[in-house]
């Protein structure tokens, strides 16, 4: 019969209708401004209007999301400032769109070429978020922020971000990205560990060659 | 095609090894290193290719396109075809001088090689001869040069190769505009003075537009045909998209469409970028199904280097590219509803479950939408924990039923129905020879599925039916995706239930991947149709050609025939039943 | 919202205007033009997507009065730049900004739109849609998400909100001039750069000759 198709459309509509409603009842009213109703409203048991009342309410970001990349500097003891990054150029080496650049730092004294960058720029009106930099950097010193609040009047001069721009401490990366923090450390604190193996078995090897040319 | 298929069965069955038998002196091995299959003599390929599709079943017409060999002087035209009943691709191709590249067309053969010829010689200048409509495709006519030729450099240009030098260790830091006379990625040719400068308007567009006037038989009104233009900027072209249509009346009787305003060069930028590079950018191809697309180039570029990825990548890149797939049909069918009229209210439902599937791609790889999330022969990371539990409450509680709603909210509906049945038909004859793929061409009742046809992954270990019917309407198009839904959904169940324990990446992770010399053809079944990805490697960290098969491209090239003989109204419908994606249209 | 606009309706008595009644006169000019802005239906490229995600249910547009998508430029306030924007696209572009009635906006949206984005080295890529039509708010990111754009749409709205009533270049007698259609030849033409072509063009020679050495 000609509508009974229309009629069944628009009984689905209704439901959906309807479900925001039941919903409501559920959390008592309480549905929006809800930290607890509002997991559940972003799940796959969402029932009915999902809306994510921005920026009231904003979407807690997973993990792994990536936005705009970041530096990391260890806090030391006394206060100053240590760079994770050693200007190994990798991260400018795989970035697709080239949008990295990094100045490397000569020591003053010697004019050799110290491991630390005196300038990193990254053009995020280049930059395609891809991650890449932060999959490939192998001292951990860049990752990806979870900030996406960063619209600007003028791209002049704020899209391209400097080093103080781009560096964040430790503290901040744990904060964002606990599990990857985790791994990072681990990380760092194995290859200190290997370090010191290496170290300890080169002074080793070089008391037991010192021993053999005493004798 | 079934249908012709008695008087060939002989044909058919034969192996191609024994081709070169079949035509002696037209046909060569291709020996390079790395390479396969033949070489074609350009005189005789309108020949080869006849009897080819006529004596030896190969009757689809996959890709077309040429490779620019700058230090052999050659330009090389690449085909590859199948058989519409399965099995891999047979490569041949021919060359020719690259001062003067003139290879006979064969749309006359296969019409699926219509937009891809154009666009061979759009960005590379090779001169097809007999093709009806040799214009530019995706720059506009005027344009000066050939991008993809090796030897041109476009304003911006600054080295040949990624990784640019001044970014490290140089360190200069600059707005590549700052550099540039003019500030704006333009170039001209010396002597050129713009004060006199005609652009070219669209007569040249507008001419092989059948525009006849019917000056009525005494019976009839005497009639004018009008020519209307779709786009670029309109609602329903699904973004920058424009068809010239002549009327008459409101009767469709000619259709040209009209690309390249998102042409992002993205085939020039892939052949300067590393292996590792070019895999965010495929994310932006078809931008509703990046990790499919992420599939097709890592399939490729492991066929180069020889490399397989763990079982459990395996199974987490099945699961990935099903769920794109849902992903994508969702989209399209609520967007179908949308060009139908029906504003927004079916698109909201299909977008809400998007939206949950996007929030596992946003946990799995860090972006909603460009994911890049393959790594040549594994992942780039492994799935975090508890998204494995959201996808079973997705794949097993959720999708199933909000499916089976929308096919309740749409199916039966009497508007969708009288709209969509017998609208856009494509007959089985038309749609293979147009080289038309994915629903498109099961909905006209072929049943040809790449994850079928020639399994790649781990494909031929589920099970899962490939969608058809036999209408080639609208309609019918909407069903084979409402169908491959539930199939979708049936893999993913497979997969979670059996994806193992274990490692994701072979090998350590590198950035700069050694690819062997060669060639590789990686096609995958995208949601539009099929990808696939041409790649050619030189042994450098860059490929030297890297071209895709893009399947929402070739399936225009049967729109005019869709669209002949139905109102205006429809062509938005027919448009969005073929589910185009200008970011591959016109890459 | 309310209390203020009951405050201010009435018309302010000749002799009292002052600073004072242009400020609230902007504040109710300013906050219905804010809470009322009608983006262009217009999608570029992978942005567009995301900006049909915002207008979609999770993210609501109509929670700030922006869900009144228009196809046609002549009835919207803003063009949301959603995309790469190429060669073969901007003579078009301009051509709806110029259609777009005043007071009109334009947002960037994403790393494309702003400055070229990954595709900036493209030879059909414009890098940036301000090398044509001034844009007022920049959204970094590829793409942004809806909440990105949500917030750069709050920061659209700031920026009207600090537009004054008597400093906006609309009601001023001499007509706003529109921006010359770019034209396609050998390469894309901006008609404001012929004054000076020829100097440009012996410049980009001898960047070349250059270049080539
Ligand atoms: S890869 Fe890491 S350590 Fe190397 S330059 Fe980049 S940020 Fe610094
Ligand atoms: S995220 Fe990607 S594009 Fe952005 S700086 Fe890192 S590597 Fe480059
Ligand atoms: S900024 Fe990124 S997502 Fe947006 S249009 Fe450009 S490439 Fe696509």
Redesign the interface.
């Given at each position: 019969m000609y509508g009974v198709g229309l009629v069944k459309g628009m009984g689905v509509t209704i439901k959906h209708f309807v479900n925001t409603y039941v919903d409501d009842l559920r959390w008592f009213g309480r549905r929006y401004y809800n930290p607890e109703a509002f997991a559940v409203r972003q799940s796959p048991q969402a029932q009915g209007i999902f809306t994510v009342q921005y920026p009231e309410e904003k979407l807690i970001m997973p993990e792994e999301f990536r936005y705009i990349p970041f530096l990391i500097y260890d806090e030391l003891e006394d206060g100053t400032r240590q760079d994770r990054c050693t200007s190994c150029g990798i991260c400018a080496k795989v970035c697709p769109p080239q949008c990295i650049w990094i100045v490397r730092s000569d020591d003053p004294e010697t004019g050799r070429p110290i491991p630390e960058p005196s300038e990193f720029f990254i053009d995020i009106d280049i930059c395609m978020n891809c991650g890449l930099c932060s999959e490939y950097c192998p001292f951990e010193a860049i990752r990806m922020d979870h900030d996406y609040e960063i619209s600007t009047y003028d791209r002049f001069s704020e899209n391209i971000y400097n080093k103080e721009k781009l560096d964040k401490p430790a503290s901040f990366y744990a904060a964002v990205r606990p599990l990857n923090y985790a791994i990072d450390e681990a990380a760092i604190a194995e290859k200190v560990a290997k370090k010191a193996a290496k170290e300890a078995a080169r002074k080793q090897r070089q008391a037991e060659k010192d021993r053999k040319t005493d004798e | 095609m079934t249908d012709k298929e008695s008087p060939q069965v002989e044909g058919t069955t034969r192996e191609p090894d024994s081709l070169e038998q079949h035509f002696p002196g037209i046909l060569t091995p291709d020996e390079r290193e790395g390479f396969d299959g033949y070489l074609v003599a350009p005189d005789k390929l309108t020949e080869f290719a006849t009897r080819l599709r006529d004596e030896f079943g190969y009757d689809y017409l996959s890709s077309v396109t040429g490779v620019d060999y700058l230090p052999d002087e050659v330009m090389e035209v690449v085909y590859h075809a199948y058989r519409i009943e399965g099995g891999p691709a047979l490569v041949f191709k021919t060359q020719v001088p690259r001062a003067d590249p003139v290879v006979p067309s064969l749309v006359g053969v296969w019409p699926g090689a219509d937009f891809q010829e154009r666009e061979a010689w759009d960005l590379l200048g090779i001169r097809f001869t007999g093709h009806p409509n040799l214009r530019r495709i995706?720059?506009?006519e005027?344009?000066?040069g050939h991008?993809l030729r090796k030897d041109w450099h476009?304003?911006?240009?600054?080295e040949d190769a990624?990784?640019?030098a001044?970014?490290?260790?140089e360190?200069?830091?600059y707005?590549?505009?700052d550099?540039?006379?003019?500030?704006?990625?333009?170039?001209?040719?010396?002597e050129?003075?713009?004060?006199g400068?005609i652009?070219?308007g669209d007569e040249g567009l507008y001419a092989g537009l059948g525009q006849i006037s019917n000056d009525g038989d005494g019976s009839s009104l005497k009639t004018d045909q009008l020519v209307v233009n779709l786009g670029?900027?309109?609602?329903s072209t699904h973004?920058?998209f424009r068809m010239v249509v002549t009327l008459d009346g409101e009767t469709v009787t000619d259709l040209k469409p009209v690309m390249?305003?998102?042409?992002?060069?993205?085939e020039?930028?892939g052949e300067?970028?590393?292996y590792?590079?070019?895999?965010?950018?495929t994310d932006?191809l078809d931008?509703?199904s990046s990790m499919s697309n992420n599939f097709g180039y890592a399939l490729a570029v492991e066929k180069l280097m020889d490399i397989q990825p763990p079982e459990r990548a395996e199974y987490i890149r099945v699961i990935m590219a099903e769920l794109t797939r849902i992903v994508s049909h969702l989209w399209a069918i609520g967007f179908l509803l949308n060009d139908l009229g029906a504003f927004f209210?079916p698109?909201?439902?299909a977008?809400?479950e998007?939206?949950?599937i996007l929030?596992v791609f946003?946990?799995?790889?860090?972006?909603?939408?460009?994911c890049?999330y393959f790594r040549f022969g594994g992942l780039?990371?492994d799935l975090?924990p508890g998204t494995l539990q959201?996808i079973r409450?997705?794949i097993f509680?959720?999708l199933p039923r909000r499916v089976d709603?929308l096919d309740?909210?749409?199916?039966?509906?009497?508007?969708?129905?009288s709209r969509c049945i017998g609208v856009g038909v494509l007959s089985p004859e038309k749609a293979v020879a147009f080289s038309a793929a994915g629903p498109v061409l099961r909905a006209s009742g072929i049943p040809y599925d790449v994850r079928r046809a020639e399994p790649y992954g781990i494909y031929d270990r589920f099970d899962f039916e490939v969608a058809v019917r036999y209408g080639g309407d609208v309609y019918d198009r909407y069903l084979v995706r409402l169908q491959e839904i539930r199939e979708s959904i049936r893999i993913v169940q497979q997969a979670v239930d059996d994806i193992p324990e274990g490692e994701i990446q072979t090998g350590k992770?590198i950035?700069?991947v050694r690819v062997p010399a060669g060639e590789a053809y990686g096609r995958v079944e995208n949601p539009k149709g099929e990808l696939g990805f041409y790649v050619v490697s030189n042994g450098k960290p860059n490929p030297w050609r890297y071209h895709i098969r893009a399947p929402s491209f070739i399936n225009l090239t049967a729109l005019a025939e869709m669209c002949k003989g139905h109102k205006v109204a429809d062509v938005v419908a027919i448009l969005g039943s073929i589910d185009i994606i200008?970011?591959e249209v016109d890459r | 919202m309310s209390e203020e606009l009951s405050n201010n309706d009435n018309p302010v008595p000749e002799g009292l205007q002052g600073q004072i009644a242009i400020t609230s006169l902007d504040k109710i000019y300013n906050w219905s033009r804010r809470s009322s802005i009608w983006p262009m239906m217009f999608g570029l490229a992978c942005c567009a997507i995301e900006m049909i995600a915002t207008a979609a249910s999770r993210y609501d547009l109509a929670r700030f009065g922006m869900e009144v998508l228009r196809a046609s430029p002549r009835q919207a306030d803003l063009m949301i730049v959603s995309g790469t924007v190429t060669k073969k696209m901007i003579p078009i572009i301009v051509r709806l900004y110029n259609q777009m009635p005043e007071p009109k906006y334009v947002l960037a949206m994403g790393a494309c739109a702003s400055g070229g984005g990954p595709f900036k080295e493209g030879y059909n890529v414009v890098s940036g849609v301000d090398k044509f039509v001034p844009v007022d708010v920049y959204i970094p990111g590829c793409p942004p998400t809806p909440q990105a754009l949500l917030h750069g749409l709050i920061k659209m709205q700031e920026k009207i909100d600090g537009q004054s009533v008597l400093e906006v270049p609309w009601y001023r007698s001499e007509p706003i001039d529109e921006i010359p259609q770019p034209l396609l030849g050998p390469d894309l033409i901006d008609p404001r750069d012929i004054p000076d072509f020829a100097e440009k063009l012996k410049a980009q020679e001898e960047r070349l000759a250059a270049e080539r050495e």
């Open positions: - | 995706l720059m506009w005027g344009f000066e991008p476009e304003a911006y240009f600054e990624k990784p640019f001044n970014r490290w260790p360190g200069d830091v707005r590549i505009e550099k540039i006379p003019f500030g704006k990625n333009v170039q001209y040719p010396s050129f003075t713009p004060e400068w652009p070219e670029p900027q309109h609602p973004g920058v390249g305003y998102l042409h992002r060069n993205h020039k930028i300067r970028n590393t590792i590079m070019n895999m965010p950018y932006r931008y509703l209210t698109a909201l439902y977008i809400n998007r939206e949950l929030d946003e946990a799995v790889s860090g972006s909603r939408m460009m890049n780039a990371r975090p959201t409450e997705l509680e959720r709603e309740i909210y749409l199916t039966e509906n009497e508007i969708v129905r992770p950035f700069q200008l970011g | -």
